[in-house]
């Protein structure tokens, strides 16, 4: 049997990988991908730890994390396509009209 | 007899929405625009009148549990779907003059009432899966509303703001829920209290998943450190969004954060063992209360300053939470129905300001403070209900804004955070300023010579004099509403 442990340091390691790559990569897709590993890393948790408890919420659970980060990219493409027509690119720090 | 489901309110809002989907594919060309808003306004005001009633008759004295305890209807639900409902009508009835030269008008009716559903559900929510499921149904329609004008740089740049931020803060979220069930193995708030009973495990990823949780919460009101969203998004979407997503979606992020903090996470367990949630909301209130009024004062657009003065509302409302203490009990639920009564009176006040503003783009006044110079010669009527937004916003007796804000500082006070009602006393005092200069431009400026104001926007005027009257009524008519926000609160404590 695995240990526990291992399964929380693996669902870190990927949601470290996400966070890392949101916070460098400047294409907007880049971006899509990267919270999807954070997504992906709570879903290995939710599986693990479901099996671990004897209950079935989680993996309930991580079948509407699935579908609706679905739904969140079928949104963020269409912004980001929005986004190309209107600055000819998916460089998320180019779109600056508003400044504080 | 036959009886209503308690979930009515939500559940009319949902069905709104399909119906005026159905309405655009059966007559995809015609100019529905009319049709559409009445039957938009409807739903709304149909979801926002049987809460009331449900409130009245009682129905909110119980949890109602719903679907084996993902959902429960108390008094809270209710109370926070009432303000739903109430912000919703008066934003669909603006949007009927705003949309009238746009395309895709269905859409834009359909996407508001699902994101009011998912507003109306989250204060309902009572599972952390509900929690999550209703949240991304109330962000998921506001990001495609935020870009709604698609051809509009600002708008664009505003969605993809937006929607950039609430992607990140939501999967932090739910990352943070995997923790709370790696640890406790159930899902249910009051099943997550019950674990706690037999001592409290796996303290550090609790602690780290109740950490993270606040993020998502963070994201929805607009507080710190999420909040840098929003200047941006409200200043760049169609200006009936921003007064939907600055009051409707605000106040559904507190209820669904009251509810998971008190439930979910007892301070008297949670405080001494794993993380003194008390305290860090008490930090997060006074960090977003100053950064939003202080940056609101150096703005020099109108829309950008309400988004941040939105921000500093939110870190009033924090103070509910921040004051709370472990075996408090009334004290607890009297400053806890304060904040809620702050964000009723807030959804008229804020609703209306930000209507306001769509009037001025309506007219096309430009965005800044000198181009409203002078409005009040030309539109007299719409600028009296802006300045009783404005000061009841600062907490002057003009509006329900003061009797809540000093309802909320009297019970920090006497929950013994003097300190905190001092800070946020001090800011409201700066928010004065930055207040009475939109009204000093509108009343004693002079307008520019080209300053011509065409067109016949009534339903603009009729959802401004509508948020008006309900600002100024708050002031007198205060007592029911304070007595059912604390009611609210007491049903949540199970006092």
Known sequence: MVPMEYYLLLSAAVFCIGVFGVLTRRSALMFLMSVELMLNAAGINLVAFSWFHGNL???AFTL??????AAEVAVGLGIILTLYRNFDDIDVTNATTMRW | MTEL????????????????????????????NTLLAGVATTGTLLSAG??????????????????DGALVVDALSLFFAFVVGTVATLVVVASHDYLADQEHVAEFYSLTLLAATGMSLMASANSLVTVFISLELASIPSYVLVSYLKTNRGSVEAGLKYFLVGALSSAIMVYGISLIYAATGVMGLAPIAETFGNGVEFVGVLGLGIVMLVAGFAFKTA???????????????????????????????FAVLFRVFTTAFPLEVIA??????????????????????????TQENVKRMLAYSSVGHAGYVLIGLAALQSGGGAENSFVLGASMMHLLVYG???????????????????????????????????????????????????????????VLFAGAVQSGFAWLAAVAAINSALSLFYYSRVVKAIWIEDPSDDLALTGQPTGLYVAVLAAAVGTVALLVAFDPVAQTANHAADVLFQL
Not at chain 2, 14 to 31: K, Q, R
Not at chain 2, 225 to 249: D, K, L, M, N, R
Not at chain 2, 389 to 404: D, K, Q, Y
Request: overall charge negative; some cysteine.
């Open chain 1, 64 to 69: 509407f994390v699935m579908a609706l980060a």
């Open chain 2, 50 to 67: 049987i809460a009331a009633w449900f409130l009245s008759a009682g129905t909110g004295d119980f949890s109602f549990v719903q679907f």
């Open chain 2, 5 to 32: 489901p308690p979930l009515t309110p939500q559940l009319v809002l949902a069905a709104t929405a399909l119906v005026v989907f159905g309405i655009d594919t059966l007559s995809p060309d015609d100019d529905t």
């Open chain 1, 57 to 59: 919420s989680g993996q």
């Open chain 2, 348 to 406: 008229f006040m804020n609703t209306g300001a930000f209507l306001f503003v769509a009037l001025a783009e309506y007219w096309g006044v430009g965005r800044t403070f000198e181009d409203y110079n002078g409005l009040a010669e030309r539109a007299p009527v719409a600028c009296v209900a802006m300045t009783v937004f404005m000061f009841s916003l600062a907490g002057l007796p003009v509006g329900g804004g003061f009797l809540s804000k000093y």
């Open chain 2, 223 to 253: 507080s710190v450190p999420f909040h840098f969203w929003a200047p941006e998004a409200y200043e760049g979407a169609p200006a009936p969004v921003s007064a939907f997503i600055s009051s409707a979606s605000k106040a559904a992020g």
């Open chain 2, 272 to 297: 001494g063992s794993v993380v003194d949630w008390s305290l860090l909301f008490a930090a997060l209130a006074v960090v977003t209360m100053t950064l939003g009024n202080f940056a609101a004062a």
